[in-house]
């Protein structure tokens, strides 16, 4: 009952924290209630005290490790051209996303973000390409996340039909699947990696890894980490809450 009644605090403390918890906006009526609904359970189960203290305050540790990261490396990640991306062209809310060209879920994910910068036009999406499951494979001087990137810097009128095509195919990338689609594509010339290209998938997989990230797809919204595959029901409200303080 007590680890039951501790999983719904920590529940209610993420969605009270999510998007204002580091902000000056004022409790807005929903996290108001939520906020006394927590204290009642409180003063009814005093025990739980201590270890909802401890979660907070790990959470809230991280959270300012996370904007700091951001801070220090957000030319990089917002400002940077040669990052695949789309949308508004002067955004008001950018959305970082972590993923990967063999993960199903990132695939799934894919036309979700593409909906809503039609539905958001105010909104701009920023794909940071960390390819986990090619990483440290004898083929890892081609691979999915370079081979992307070179076609979006050096021939950028081919990327999103090879997009599509990296998209489409359900399991993993391998140098068979990247020749099929760079002869279909007339890409040959963007398989082979270089330097600029290895430098900012290293630096893609750094990030990953100093945020605390533990897989893909991972959004970066408004400072806020959200894992996973989310619903287009689901990402609107955090969108429009986001979009609300722009």
């Known amino acids: 009952m007590k680890n039951n009644l501790l ?46 203290h401890q979660s907070l305050t790990q959470y809230m540790v991280q959270q300012q490790g996370v904007k700091s990261i951001l801070a220090a490396n957000h030319e990089y990640l917002y400002n940077n051209p040669r990052h695949t991306q789309f949308g508004a062209s002067e955004p008001k809310l950018t959305i970082i996303n972590f993923t990967d060209y063999n993960c199903p879920f990132c695939k799934k994910l894919d036309p979700v973000l593409h909906d809503l910068a039609i539905a958001y036009p105010q ?64 890409t040959k010339a963007q398989l082979k990696t270089d330097d600029i290209t290895d430098a900012m998938t290293s630096k893609n997989y750094q990030l990953f890894n100093e945020l605390g990230l533990r ?32």
């Open 7 to 52: 999983s719904i605090f920590l529940v209610m403390i993420a969605t009270l924290t999510s998007f204002n918890a580091m902000s000056d906006t004022p409790l807005n009526k929903a996290q108001q209630q939520q906020l006394d609904a927590i204290t009642a359970l409180l003063e009814q189960n005093p025990d739980l005290i201590s270890g909802l």
């Open 215 to 246: 897989g893909t797809p991972a959004m970066i919204i408004d400072d806020q980490i959200v894992p996973g595959y989310v619903p287009i029901e689901k990402l609107t409200p955090i969108i429009e809450s986001a979009l609300s303080k722009s």
């Open 123 to 186: 909104i701009k999406v920023v794909n940071i390409y960390v390819p986990l499951k090619e990483m440290g494979s004898l083929l890892s001087d081609v691979n999915s996340a370079t081979y992307a990137l070179n076609v979006w810097n050096q021939n950028k009128d081919k990327y999103l039909e090879t997009h599509k095509l990296l998209i489409a195919k359900p399991s993993t990338h391998d140098r068979r699947s990247l020749s099929r689609i760079a002869d279909k594509t007339g």
